[in-house]
């Protein structure tokens, strides 16, 4: 049977005909039942207001330096945040349309973006996504309508309004989110002119630090490797086209990071092995590499040594290790020819830590200076290999879910999964891992809401007291984080 237009868009409206109102509930991701929703509720009310501690994120320090007014709603809620464009992307929107990849839209441009997540708003049913943008149009934009075909225009025009005020500019929205500190993300070559900044002006009061990411500097079997490596050697200063001299650049730009308020390394790879190559074999195969001659294998090889350098680097110099492996990046190569990377089409895999970690584990794992958080997006591993690794190495925290996994009934799985083995005190906080500046307050809501659900749960089966509970929620939230981070 033909659908009609009348059957399309009923969902859009009230039954007095007007836009369907947005309206988060109060008590959405608490449990159902009614005893355990009241302890769940009075443990989120605990925690909500608490300041939010964000060790591992993409949002550009220029952004706060600079306090420059936010351009327009799509740049701003649509264009950097994978997550919404992905989904889009699947329905079969083309991700130019929603201004992935073209820089800065005119005005009518940026609108017919808006106006394409407004019409598919129904595509979020049932996702984080949803509880992310819901939150974020009610609570920070003051958006009252459900977006919609409809109601796209006026929901694009009030969000236009609003992020033109002073108080939408981003040193304001870092204070109104209750943030206490701000991790980004930064290649090892760069300058951190706007951590400078943000350092040396008196006005400023919050705190914004630096992450150390070298895997562009690591990944071998990249093509731009080995310009990537003589760019590096030009930074610090030092000679790259030998083994000893990567080790010398990275060792100097690590501290570099450090003087500038950095506590944290983070790597990404398609394995979690790290593992040393005897010297004479790394020095052979790193020429190779900077030649351009070495074989797939060695690249791997010649990866994990580096790799292994990096964890004794973080041994030394007291940076915390960050590794989120399990990804298959840019899947789609003409998604990646037309648009370049982290655009969405990034797919998880599995991913085996055991034995990938043994070396280094046996070799710093016991080693008060080295301390490794591991994320991780295949979810067979949180209980089988994470959690023991966690309950004995007293070096390693298991990274909260994240980006596929930072959904709540993915949460709640990660709690059930790791918790009986490892506690609580093993696990490192939330992180919201977001380009979306506006979706912070967001994501750690739902995390807070999740981890309340979860203790209320435990309340009502008689395995924590209330007190405990409120106790753990607290350190969930703040306590955590800062350990794992040593922020």
Do not use: K
């Not at 295949?378 to 990274?399: I, K, N, Q």
């Amino acid at each position: 049977m033909a659908t009609t237009t009348a059957q399309t868009t009923a969902h859009l409206v009230t039954p007095t005909g007007g836009p369907r109102r947005l309206r988060p509930h109060p008590d959405r991701l608490l449990p159902a039942d009614p005893a355990t929703r009241a302890v769940a509720r009075e443990l989120y009310d605990g925690i909500r207001d608490l300041p939010i501690v964000s060790p591992h994120g993409h949002v550009p320090a220029a952004w706060l330096a600079e306090d420059a007014a936010f351009r327009d709603p799509t740049s701003l809620l649509v264009t950097p945040d994978h997550y919404v464009t992905r989904l889009m992307h699947a329905q079969g929107v083309p991700l130019d349309r929603l201004g992935v990849g073209r820089g800065p839209l005119s005005e009518a441009e940026s609108r017919e973006a808006f106006r394409l997540l407004c019409a598919g708003w129904r595509t979020y049913r049932g996702t984080a996504v949803r509880h992310w943008l819901e939150h974020t149009l009610a609570h920070v934009l003051d958006v009252d309508v459900e977006p919609s075909a409809a109601t796209a225009d006026a929901v694009y025009d009030q969000v236009a309004d609003r992020i033109a005020a002073p108080d939408l500019r981003p040193r304001a929205l870092y204070d109104r989110f209750g943030l206490s500190v701000l991790a980004t993300t930064d290649d090892p070559t760069d300058d951190l002119r706007h951590h400078r900044a943000l350092a040396a002006d008196p006005s400023w009061r919050g705190r914004v630090v630096p992450t150390f990411r070298p895997d562009a500097y690591v990944e071998v079997r990249r093509s731009d490797w080995p310009d990537a490596v003589t760019r590096l050697g030009a930074v610090a200063d030092v000679d790259t086209a030998t083994y000893a001299g990567w080790i010398a650049a990275m060792e100097a730009r690590r501290s570099y990071f450090q003087e500038h308020g950095a506590t944290s390394t983070d790597h990404s790879h398609r394995d979690a092995r790290a593992e040393p190559l005897e010297r004479s074999v790394a020095e052979r195969l790193y020429a190779r590499a900077v030649a351009g001659a070495v074989t797939p294998d060695e690249a791997d090889a010649l990866r994990r040594d580096l790799l292994f350098q990096m964890a004794r680097m973080a041994s030394e110099d007291g940076l915390v290790m960050t590794l989120h492996p399990a990804v298959a990046r840019d899947h789609h190569p003409g998604t990646r020819d037309r648009y370049g990377a982290d655009v969405g089409a990034d797919i998880p895999v599995g991913v085996e830590f055991t034995d990938a970690l043994r070396p280094v584990l046996g070799a710093f794992g016991t080693n008060p200076r080295f301390q490794l958080v591991v994320f991780t997006i295949d979810e067979t591993v949180y209980s089988r290999e994470l959690a023991p690794l966690a309950g004995f190495y007293p070096s390693l925290y298991v990274g909260a879910p994240w980006w596929f996994l930072d959904a709540p009934e993915a949460m709640t799985r990660f709690r059930s999964a790791v918790t009986e083995t490892t506690g609580f005190t093993r696990t490192a906080g939330f992180v919201d891992d977001t380009r979306a500046f506006l979706s912070i307050p967001a994501r750690h809501d739902t995390a807070r809401r999740v981890d309340a659900a979860y203790l209320a749960r435990l309340v009502a089966e008689h395995r924590l007291d209330l007190d405990e509970a409120h106790e753990v929620a607290h350190d969930l939230t703040v306590v955590n984080p800062r350990e794992a981070f040593r922020l």
